[in-house]
């Protein structure tokens, strides 16, 4: 389903110039506390969520076409695996707030 809403993206983009910004969630559970190691690398918070969403609503700059990987901070870079979300960074100016790798190192080890 999201590839073929890409791809309708990009046909928009392409014959009617107008905007077109896809954003992979990794993972929302509604709330900002993971529920295992898993989730502390997928996770995109709700405060990170709306700044996210609200950028890319916002964005006027000169790219038509972006995907993005849509997670919070969860990393000391800009990408945990495969979900970059340097685009998000660096073209729609997103700043994540929250960085749950960092704040829950304690979930994916035996002490709690």
Sequence with gaps: MKGMAEIAGRYLVDAHQIRFISIRI???????????ARHCSTLLTPRDCV??????????????????YGTSGNTD???????D??????????????NLIQTHRHLGSSEK
């Design 77 to 83: 870079g800009y990408q945990v695996g495969f979900m």
């Design 85 to 98: 979300i340097g685009p998000a960074v660096e073209i729609l100016g997103y700043r994540p707030k929250d």
């Design 51 to 68: 700044q996210l969403f609200s950028l890319s609503v916002d964005y006027q700059r000169p790219i038509k076409y972006l995907i993005t």
């Design 26 to 36: 990794g993972n929302s559970i509604g709330g900002n506390e993971p529920n295992d």
